[in-house]
């Protein structure tokens, strides 16, 4: 089964903040998150693994609460840069990585 | 590098007729997938490999064959092309250990209509 992703979609403006969240009915062992932008390929924004520390780099942040099966992204004072598709994915065990639907992100100025 | 690859870009099939797919990576990852994305549906697995000559079926291989001869390609062979099966392709490479394992870098895509 698919993780479900919420919202499905979000508009902001332009350094307002968003968390996009992710939750699964299986047990992970890793989410994956994904940004992909209109007409172009899915680009790898971090990974968390199961134990491990939440993760971030400049203004994007992810945590995973393995207790609940559930990844959260937060974005913090979004760029017109951050629009986009977001895709969590996860690790069952295995070698298969598993998506959700996507979450549209729209940052307008 | 040129990282992943894929041909062609754009195609378009009749029904029942065959046709592959290629992807070729020049990172020496050892996992390779291929992935399948229709409108609200998201990248859904198709095949992967994690190494020459091992591959696995994803949540929908049906339709679909692989095989993997050498570390640098995946094609993805559409047996008899079904309506159903137009979509937009992506393939995607990692490595399976180190620092960045599990990072997946995916290919440009290619876009097939099946008519």
């Known amino acids: 089964q698919q993780p479900v992703q919420s919202p499905q979609a979000v508009i902001l403006r332009e350094g307002e903040d968003a968390v996009i969240n992710c939750s699964s009915s299986k047990a992970l062992y890793s989410v994956h998150w994904y940004r992909q932008k209109h007409g172009e390929a899915p680009v790898f924004l971090m990974i968390l693994l199961k134990g491990g520390e939440q993760k971030g780099h400049d203004k994007i942040s992810a945590s995973f609460n393995e207790k609940k099966q559930q990844s959260s992204l937060y974005l913090t004072a979004s760029q017109l840069s951050y629009s986009g598709t977001y895709f969590c994915g996860g690790n069952t065990g295995g070698f298969k990585t598993i998506f959700g639907a996507g979450t549209r992100l729209f940052v307008k100025a | 590098n040129a990282g992943v690859t894929q041909t062609p870009k754009f195609q378009v099939l009749k029904t029942g007729q065959s046709m592959t797919l290629q992807c070729a990576q020049d990172?020496?990852?050892?996992?390779m997938s291929w992935y399948r994305q229709d409108p609200g549906m998201g990248l859904r697995l198709i095949h992967y490999?994690?190494?020459?000559?091992?591959?696995d079926q994803g949540e929908v291989p049906n339709g679909y064959n692989v095989s993997r001869s050498t570390t640098e390609d995946f094609p993805l062979r559409l047996l008899s092309a079904a309506p159903s099966q137009t979509s937009v392709y992506f393939c995607?490479?990692?490595?399976?250990?180190?620092?960045?394992?599990?990072?997946?870098?995916f290919g440009p895509g290619t876009r097939l209509t099946v008519t």
């Open positions: 990172m020496n990852h050892e996992y």
């Open positions: 490999s994690v190494g020459a000559g091992i591959t």
């Open positions: 995607a490479s990692s490595r399976t250990s180190g620092r960045d394992s599990w990072e997946q870098y």
